[in-house]
């Protein structure tokens, strides 16, 4: 049995928990917080567990086999960095770093450890972004035309990173497991209306070789919370709601079909308006999935799907539309 210690019992934290305390693969060995108050409380909830504010206390425990590192991402490097330097793998929360370097850096020392990085990628252990990546590999969809995301809400600001770095990773993460093919060029375009110098509202566009288009609408000012993608290939739609309880995928029969050559030129096509249907998804929960999986990859001694590479690729992209915002919205090529 994984035994693990958790840094970080804020927002995220007490999901990690609760998962690990209702799965045989693992278990919580001690918890770790800053907060005073949370500490009372933990110690209170959980007398059987080490509680501590000193994340040295987990780090350097000989009872730990592995850290998972749930706090604000400006601390994750050096968290990160100290675990995997004590021997321990490792499950951060998303984004994995700050920037490539801290990935890299991470990366090339798990390695040379031989030890696990997993990356909180919670999203691609979701029943539904498993059913959508196999309604793409198996062709139902047909070749890919466009991805258009809307992840908005009243939601949390962050004090320490924009918009783009707290709901877009999702989405970032969610692509590169779905889609086989690389974006070739992006663009961001965001605007702080607080005036605290990070942007609440953004919208990234990605583009790649093949006429697939990307769209990422992400918002921290939204009166009503969104949760919606559309996918639209040449032989089928899909629209995927989260929010949804039972139907949070439908497939519609319909689109474009244009007959020859001389119809694209005469604008002679037809529409295809056919049946909607709605596939089973599983409805297990996905952390519980993604942790039960975390025990799997290390005892197996298995490379992670949500390894630190591709958190690596994650945290590109983020940088990538970073920069493309402070140049107010500049084509940036990959």
Not at 9 to 25: M, T
Request: charged share 25%; aromatic share 8%; net charge positive.
């Amino acid at each position: 049995m994984l035994k693990i210690g958790v840094i970080g019992y804020g927002y995220w934290g007490p999901n990690i928990v609760r998962n690990l305390a209702d799965i045989k693969e693992a278990k919580v060995q001690a918890i770790c917080d800053l907060n005073p108050e949370i500490v009372k409380r933990l110690k209170e909830k959980y007398p059987y567990l080490k509680i501590t504010s000193d994340y040295k206390d987990i780090i350097q425990s000989k009872d730990i086999d592995a850290v998972a590192i749930i706090t604000p991402v400006s601390t994750h490097f050096e968290l990160a960095k100290a675990a995997l330097e004590h021997g321990k793998h490792i499950f951060v929360e998303k984004p994995f770093t700050a920037n490539v370097k801290q990935a890299q850096t991470l990366i090339n020392l798990a390695r040379k450890k031989k030890l696990t990085i997993m990356v909180d990628h919670t999203f691609i252990f979701t029943g539904a972004v498993r059913k959508v990546k196999e309604l793409i590999d198996n062709g139902t969809l047909g070749d890919l035309n466009y991805y258009d995301s809307t992840r908005v809400s009243l939601g949390l600001f962050q004090h320490d990173v924009n918009v783009i770095w707290d709901l877009a990773p999702h989405d970032f993460s969610i692509i590169d497991y779905v889609i086989k093919n690389k974006p070739v060029a992006l663009t961001a375009q965001g605007v702080d209306h607080i005036g605290r110098g990070k942007e609440n509202i953004a919208y990234i566009t990605m583009y790649y070789d093949n006429n697939l288009i990307v769209h990422i609408n992400v918002n921290w000012l939204s009166p009503v919370k969104v949760r919606t993608t559309l996918i639209g290939g040449q032989k089928k739609m899909l629209v995927w709601d989260d929010l949804e309880t039972d139907e949070k995928i439908k497939l519609y029969d319909r689109g474009v079909d244009v007959k020859n050559k001389e119809g694209i030129y005469r604008l002679m096509v037809d529409y295809r308006s056919g049946d909607m249907w709605s596939p089973r998804v599983d409805h297990t929960e996905a952390l519980k999935k993604e942790l039960i999986y975390f025990a799997h990859c290390i005892e197996k001694n298995e490379t992670p799907i949500n390894d630190g590479e591709a958190g690596l690729r994650v945290v590109k992209m983020l940088e990538l539309a970073d920069k493309s915002l402070r140049a107010g919205g500049k084509l940036i090529k990959l």
